[in-house]
């Protein structure tokens, strides 16, 4: 660990998402307390900055933030802060301008959330491949074309440039940062301090089938969590309306109505994502597929794949924590 200190510079604007300046900063500041020994400095120096102080976020809470630094000043990693404020600080040519300008001193950029429609809007992402929100994914599709924008992970790095998806992955991709500098030891150890359930890799996508499925008013809620525990068992479409309390032919019908999707569909999907978590817990190819009640692990390497192109155990070495 080199004895001197990265310094990470985070962006922020009026109504910017609380969670997007809050969560990598706490990450860093993390670090530095599980990385301290006897005469080294921390590794990181992480000051919030903006146009403006203080700057009040969309929650309600204002934040007493550090000025813009001297566009040409050495800086190790910039990070841009989202949030429903993102639109009016696009429009301000100033700080467009600095942020061009602060890029070119910085090792590295990043975004979380709808920052990637500041790093967008400076042409910072043109020709890359990056990501933001789900919800924003149209818009910014429509209004940056010749960004490579894929919707589906948690977070993105193309080159020098880091990219992530809404609010909580802020803390994924700060955690993959200081993997970068400090190794994976350390960045598992700052999950684990901050009880973060899992350190999701990049590639994770940002939707969850259970939350997929949950959409609308969800009249199916606590079939689903009772299919994710009873993955190991047989599955017919008879037991899942009784356990509905349904008959046959109404279950199926509403089934699809409300999910927009057979049971066989969910209930696949839903064992490709138990078992993709179980994976990455560290649980071997043959015990998933028996918790997930693939059969065979010739299926679930099928289901592999077919879904993201690799198969289960080649995606356990690449993940697993």
């Not at 080199?2 to 990470?8: D, G, K, L, T, Y």
């Not at 590794?43 to 929650?59: G, H, K, N």
């Not at 818009?139 to 880091?162: K, S, T, Y």
Request: with cysteine; glycine share 8%; net charge neutral.
């Amino acid at each position: 660990m080199p004895n001197h200190q990265r310094r990470i510079e985070i962006l922020t604007f009026p109504d910017s998402q609380l969670l997007d300046v809050a969560a990598p900063l706490q990450v860093f500041a993390t670090a530095n307390d599980l990385s301290g020994a006897a005469g080294r400095l921390p590794p990181y120096e992480a000051v919030v900055v903006a146009r403006e102080t203080p700057v009040r976020t969309s929650a309600g809470l204002a934040l007493d933030a550090g000025p813009l630094a001297a566009a040409d000043m050495p800086l190790d990693t910039l990070v841009v802060s989202g949030g429903w404020g993102v639109d009016a600080a696009c429009e301000e040519a100033a700080l467009v301008d600095w942020l061009r300008r602060r890029t070119s001193a910085a090792r590295r950029t990043a975004s979380v959330c709808s920052g990637a429609f500041l790093l967008a809007t400076a042409g910072l992402l043109d020709g890359r491949r990056a990501v933001t929100h789900w919800q924003r994914c149209s818009d910014f599709a429509a209004r940056f074309p010749a960004v490579q924008l894929d919707p589906e992970p948690i977070f993105v790095q193309d080159g020098d440039v880091w990219t992530s998806a809404g609010v909580t992955a802020g803390i994924d991709l700060a955690l993959a940062l200081v993997e970068a500098d400090l190794g994976r030891q350390l960045a598992l150890s700052v999950a684990r301090q901050l009880v973060v359930f899992l350190k999701r890799p990049g590639g994770q996508t940002q939707f969850s089938t259970l939350l997929e499925l949950q959409e609308g008013d969800d009249p199916f809620g606590r079939l689903h969590a009772w299919i994710v525990e009873n993955l190991d068992r047989p599955l017919p479409l008879p037991v899942l309306a009784e356990q509905a309390n349904m008959s046959l032919r109404s279950f199926s019908r509403r089934y699809r109505q409300a999910t927009g999707a057979t049971p066989a569909q969910s209930i696949r999907r839903l064992r490709i994502e138990t078992a993709r978590r179980l994976l990455e817990e560290g649980l071997s190819v043959a015990r998933v597929s028996r918790r997930c009640g693939f059969g065979s692990e010739e299926t679930m390497r099928r289901a592999f794949l077919q879904s993201f192109g690799v198969s289960p155990q080649a995606y356990r070495e690449r993940f697993a924590v």
